[in-house]
T-cell receptor
Framework: AQSVTQPDIHITVSEGASLELRCNYS??????LFWYVQSPGQGLQLLLK??????LVQGIKGFEAEFKRSQSSFNLRKPSVHWSDAAEYFC??????????FGAGTRLTVKP | GAGVSQTPSNKVTEKGKYVELRCDPI?????LYWYRQSLGQGPEFLIY????????DSGLPNDRFFAVRPEGSVSTLKIQRTERGDSAVYLC???????????FGPGTRLTVL
């Protein structure tokens, strides 16, 4: 069965600094990988997804993620964080769009 | 038009009571999903509908939980004999078809006293 580990429960970065959120997965086949963001009172929003092809995936809001099969990782990055990026971020793995298993999430705080 | 909506936004009930949570998916979306998100956790899959039928209900924790989608649009998640451990945010998502991106609603926060 697939599973996801997000090692960092909470991360604090300064506005304008770079960001990397870690995600490690366990899955027996080629995974579908996702990053979602959840702001207070808002539904989960898809940032980006990887199915196949180029291992560096570009998403919305300036986010990108890189699939590294050898490390079973799909880390999320952003070169310069904005205060509006403060939210909870979830990594998910699945056999497809209809079969996602989520990690426990990483809460991002942005310092002014 | 609008996104996925869920009602009520908050529900407080007493242990042992019955509750119904409603999800209105995006118009035209054939696939609908229910998740449960406990405090400090990611969403946990409960059940997935394709049209009117439950294509995968493997995530329902026990037989107190049941969901329906009689006309292939609105869905209701029903919880019988609620327990304090059922307290969580219940999320609904829909997608145009089972292979497409899921769009999530804001959730219903259920509190069982």
């Amino acid at each position: 069965a697939q599973s996801v580990t997000q090692p960092d429960i909470h991360i604090t970065v300064s506005e304008g600094a770079s960001l990397e959120l870690r995600c490690n997965y366990s899955y027996g086949a080629t995974p579908y990988l996702f990053w979602y963001v959840q702001s207070p009172g808002q539904g989960l929003q898809l940032l980006l997804k990887y199915f196949s092809g180029d291992t560096l995936v570009q998403g919305i809001k300036g986010f990108e993620a890189e699939f590294k099969r050898s490390q079973s990782s799909f880390n999320l990055r952003k070169p310069s964080v904005h205060w509006s990026d403060a939210a909870e971020y979830f990594c998910a793995v699945g056999a497809g769009n209809n079969d996602m298993r989520f990690g426990a999430g990483t809460r991002l705080t942005v310092k002014p | 038009g609008a996104g996925v909506s869920q009602t009520p936004s908050n529900k407080v009930t007493e242990k042992g009571k019955y509750v119904e949570l409603r999800c209105d998916p995006i118009s035209g979306h054939t696939a609908l999903y229910w998740y449960r998100q406990s405090l400090g956790q990611g969403p946990e899959f409960l059940i997935y509908f394709q049209g009117t039928g439950a294509a995968d209900d493997s995530g329902l924790p026990n037989d107190r939980f049941f969901a329906v989608r009689p006309e292939g649009s609105v869905s209701t998640l029903k919880i019988q004999r609620t327990e304090r451990g059922d307290s969580a945010v219940y999320l609904c998502a829909s997608s145009q078809s089972y292979q497409d991106e899921q769009f999530f609603g804001p959730g219903t926060r259920l509190t069982v006293l």
